[in-house]
């Protein structure tokens, strides 16, 4: 059973070369992608079919590495066709309620070795913040150097699953897995890896204790990254990427200040003030979309601020009003 599980595995090892898709122009090759979709979903049924009579006997690797397999599957990507998710997520449901030692694993084994050839450089490996950058002026740039975990389409799926079912009481074991791959996401260049990075970070906030998130300084490296998200009002997703950040950054400050507290207000007041009115409607003026978007995005923030938000009406409504007569 060991040797027809593995080989199953590997056939569901997902093509580097849909991480490029979007620039591949040669028939051929979409011709022999398009190919490998259609027989994903016929080794996602036979997987299904042997964890049905065999589950209870597998070993946590083995478990381990069939969660890491199918959840490439679980998402929105140009590999994942309707019936090979609809399958994946039957074959998921059976390890809804991974134990730690599980997820530990996944995330030791299956996930850490594809973001540690270029560790975050503002993470210690604790996963805690860096008083500065390891690696000087340069860090950065060297950050986005042999970026491997690009070359595994279905880590963000993976990264995504593992961080959907860490329970609370977990966060604090996991920490040191789950942030340096978290943080990568949503620090990464391409705005598709910011917009899956923030979506990862919305799942995070449901259940990580506020107070951890402050104690490791993570939260300031959170809501910095969020910022940078509202700069990027040049790509197709940008306006996707607006809404999620500001929802994201909203949820974020609401868990990690007391409520009515100054400190909130100030939070609060920058996000609205700096990140929207004075950024997205200043840089984007003439971008109708990403406008629309921020204002989308407004309703829960506003509601947050309450009485707070009156200094900001009259550059609010005259943005409104800008927008509406285009």
């Given at each position: ?53 065999k ?6 690797s ?15 990507d140009?590999w994942i ?33 594809f973001?540690?050839?270029?560790p975050?450089p ?7 913040k860096?008083?500065?950058p ?12 042999d ?6 389409p ?17 966060y ?14 949503l620090?990464?260049?391409e ?21 951890l998130?402050?104690?490791?300084g993570?939260d ?21 990427l ?9 949820t ?41 978007a ?8 506003l509601?947050?601020l309450?009485?707070?938000?009156a200094?900001?009406i ?13």
């Amino acid at each position: 059973m060991s040797d027809n599980l593995d080989l199953v595995l590997a056939n569901l090892r997902v093509p580097a070369d849909f991480a490029r898709i979007q620039h591949i122009t040669e028939d051929s090759t979409l011709t022999c992608l398009d190919e490998w979709k259609g027989s994903a979903e016929r080794v996602l049924i036979e997987l299904g079919l042997i964890l049905d009579q065999k589950n209870s006997e597998l070993s946590l690797s083995q478990k381990a590495n069939v969660i890491r397999a199918t959840a490439s599957f679980d998402g929105q990507d140009p590999w994942i066709t309707p019936i090979a998710r609809s399958t994946a997520e039957g074959i998921l449901r059976q390890f809804d309620d991974p134990p730690q030692s599980l997820l530990t694993h996944i995330l030791n084994d299956n996930v850490k070795p594809f973001f540690q050839v270029n560790p975050h450089p503002k993470l210690n490996a604790s996963g805690r913040k860096l008083p500065r950058p390891a690696g000087g002026p340069m860090a950065t740039q060297d950050f986005y150097d042999d970026q491997t975990w690009k070359t595994a389409p279905g880590i963000t799926n993976l990264v995504s699953w593992c961080v959907r079912h860490i329970r609370r009481d977990m966060y604090e074991t996991l920490w040191h897995l789950i942030i340096p791959p978290v943080m990568t996401l949503l620090d990464d260049f391409e705005t598709s890896y910011k917009l899956r990075g923030v979506g990862i970070v919305s799942e995070m906030l449901r259940e990580v204790p506020g107070q951890l998130l402050k104690r490791t300084g993570v939260d300031g490296l959170i809501r910095l990254s969020l910022g940078t998200c509202l700069t990027h009002l040049n790509d197709t997703e940008s306006p996707r990427l607006i809404e999620a950040a500001v929802d994201a950054h909203l949820t974020l400050i609401l868990l990690t200040t007391e409520v009515g507290s100054s400190e909130q207000f100030d939070e609060l007041s920058a996000l609205l003030g700096e990140g929207i009115i004075h950024g997205i409607w200043l840089y984007a003026s003439d971008k109708p979309d990403m406008i629309l978007a921020s204002l989308k995005a407004l309703p829960p923030l506003l509601r947050a601020l309450k009485i707070g938000n009156a200094r900001f009406i009259k550059v609010k409504m005259c943005q409104r009003e800008k927008e509406l007569s285009n």
